[in-house]
């Protein structure tokens, strides 16, 4: 990304987000998913660490969301309450950790105390209290972090807010007292007030973030007392060295002293040593967060020590030694880089976004099935599009809202291909459903697929004929390049697929990107190309070795410039396949199905020259039936090693028919002939 085009992309992104936390925060109103907006403001984030000069004041990374209402006196607080930034991914938390120790400019050590206090990150409405002598006499929301609302008469009904404090706490009671932390609301009152409200034709609430928000707003604090709102407390403002004076040095310690002081406090909070044991807490709860009566949306990691936490001081709208660590987003945004048309095994074309790789369900997808281009229609999408793409259960990522907002003029429009990408035919439209003309198109290019894979090819154990099926259905390939791009993502998307067997077929595909030169001839499944003439023609044509490898641009130079006199020549390459394979190398399509298989990372390697016996120079061997002893690839082996040739039919040239159990047709062909027929008995005594 070049700087003008950061700028841009920054400038698209500030104006988005603020508009969308405007709303969340002042008018309890929501355009896009929380999961959304926090990818939009996680991309925002990372492009100012990357692009600092483009950092504003009024950026949504710097200030803190929302404003106080007017139906409400405003409250300054007396230190500013501040908001976090967020990470996604373990490498996200290992560079905020390390842009800590970079900041401090000294090390922390696990071994002296746990460095982390994790907290669960609760869905709701943040809060600072004051106590005065023990008695709450203010309560207020955050506003934009310097001045709140007054509250203080909807917060009195909430009854885990204590009204008095404990004044035989272990540490005796300060004067003034002030605390922050979360009122929420249940799962279970959410839907309880949902019914009311749908029984008096009243707006429901999406989430119980709104409905608390909207609770501690109420004018009418009778209204904020029917809905049972709940608070954890997480937080005291003091100074890290007045709390040393009282023997407190970690925040695990303020949080027993909350409890000691009456507050509640969330029981699942608790220190953890390393960040392995941070991954662990995290990992946990978005497993086992159904379960909670409330909602989470990741975890809070702070520092534990307060003295480490009070020298980070805060960036921004943020401290430095504090992070929201977010769960996998069931929706999150990307930007279509691409639509491929992919044909399926039925000849149906359905369209698929190629995405910048995004985190999605817990899993980073490249790809979404866009149904059909009636679907493209409805949702105005346009290539370079900034998009929501979501993933409920396990369903494959589709695309369901386009943020028009950020297009910069350089989209490009989808069209419907008017002939088919796999064997030109005309497209015919029925229904909603584009497919070809050809009805035999779809399971040729199975077939062709299915060729590809196998053992005698690039032998992809695992991808049988039901995988490739599935591959294609869902529109994941369409050609064999297609298999070598895909990421486990991807196939974890898709239903009844496990996080092992994605991995495995990843593994099996990127083991067998490096294959031997007759291999690779003869996966292109040219017509009347079987294993022995792909061995031929690998033995007859020289190519450039670089590293012991052949590129395909020189393997594809190489064949385009060979003549059909040059291919006849070949010992057992008849006229028919002479000219097969003369006109697959100057199909246009095929060129560029080679040169895609190239940007796959497929790498042909250098024939491996054995030393050869002569004791079979110059022989050509046919095989037929079964044999007991050894393997067919076995017998071929052999019969190369000792100088030999091997051929797929029988005719004058043929010297010996090596003939198993169950024998074919060739056999006839070769008495007929009077060539020289062995059995397996015979072949074992003259090889040797």
Known sequence: MTEEQAKKRIEHLKKYVSRERYMRAVLNQEEISESALDTLKKELFDLEEKFPEFITSDSPTQVIAGKPSKGFKKVRHGERMIS????????????????????????????????????????????????????????????????????????????????????????????????????????????????????????????????????????????????KMDSFIYEIVLPASEFAKQGIKTHEEKHKLLKDYGFKINPYNRPERNMEEVFEFRNYWERHRDGLPYEIDGIVVIANNNRVFEDGGIIGKAPRAAIAYKFSPKEAT??????????????????????????????????????NFDQIQRLGLKIGDTVIVSRAGDVIPQISKVL?????????????????????????????????????????????????????????????????????????????????????????????????????????????????????????????????????????????????QIKIGDFIKVFQNVSLEELRRIPDVGPKVAQSIYDWFRNEKNKKFLEKMEGAGIKIEQPKLKARGSKLRAKVFVLTGTLESMSRDEVKERIRGLGGDISESVSQKTDYLVAGNEPGSKLEKAKKLGIKILTEKDFSGLIK
């Not at 044909?343 to 698929?352: S, W, Y």
């Not at 009805?439 to 199975?446: F, H, K, S, V």
Request: glycine fraction near 8%.
């Open 334 to 371: 990307t930007i279509v880089e691409d639509v491929r048309i992919q044909i399926g095994r039925t000849g149906t074309l359905t369209p698929v976004a190629i995405l910048k790789p995004v985190q999605v369900g817990g899993i980073t997808i490249t790809h979404a099935t866009l149904h």
């Open 404 to 548: 028009k907002e950020f297009r910069t003029g350089r989209e490009k429009e989808i069209s419907i291909p008017t002939h088919c990408p796999i064997d030109n035919s005309k497209i015919i439209k029925e229904g909603a459903i584009y497919r070809c003309s050809n009805p035999d198109c779809g399971a040729r290019n199975r077939e062709g697929l299915q060729h590809f894979v196998s053992r005698q090819a690039f032998d992809l154990r695992g991808l049988g004929p039901k995988i490739i099926d599935r591959f294609l259905d869902e529109g994941l390939i369409s050609d064999a390049a297609d298999i070598f791009e895909l990421k486990a993502g991807d196939i974890l998307a898709l239903e009844r697929f496990g996080e092992k067997s994605a991995d495995n077929i990843i593994k099996e595909i990127e083991s067998k990107k490096i294959i031997s030169l007759p291999r690779f001839i003869y996966s292109l499944g040219i017509l009347h190309v079987g294993e022995e003439t792909a061995a031929l023609l690998a033995r007859n044509f020289q190519f450039p070795i670089y590293n012991f």
């Open 84 to 227: 976090f930034n967020d990470a996604f991914s373990e490498a996200d938390m290992r560079a905020w950790f390390s842009r800590l120790e970079n900041y401090l400019s000294y090390k922390l050590n696990p071994e002296r105390e746990p460095l982390y206090y994790c907290e669960l990150k609760i869905d709701g409405l943040a809060i600072e209290l004051i106590y005065e002598k023990g008695i709450l006499v203010l309560g207020s929301t955050r506003g934009d972090g310097m001045i709140g609302e007054d509250v203080t008469q909807n917060l009195r009904t909430v009854e885990a807010i204590p009204l008095n404090l404990n004044h035989e706490a272990k540490i005796k009671l300060p004067e003034k007292l002030i605390v922050r932390g979360e009122i929420f609301i249940t799962k279970n009152e959410l839907e309880r007030v949902n019914k009311e409200q749908d029984k008096k034709g009243g707006k429901l609430f999406a989430n119980p973030r709104n409905l608390v928000a909207g609770s501690i707003r109420q004018l009418d604090s009778k209204v904020a007392a029917s809905r």
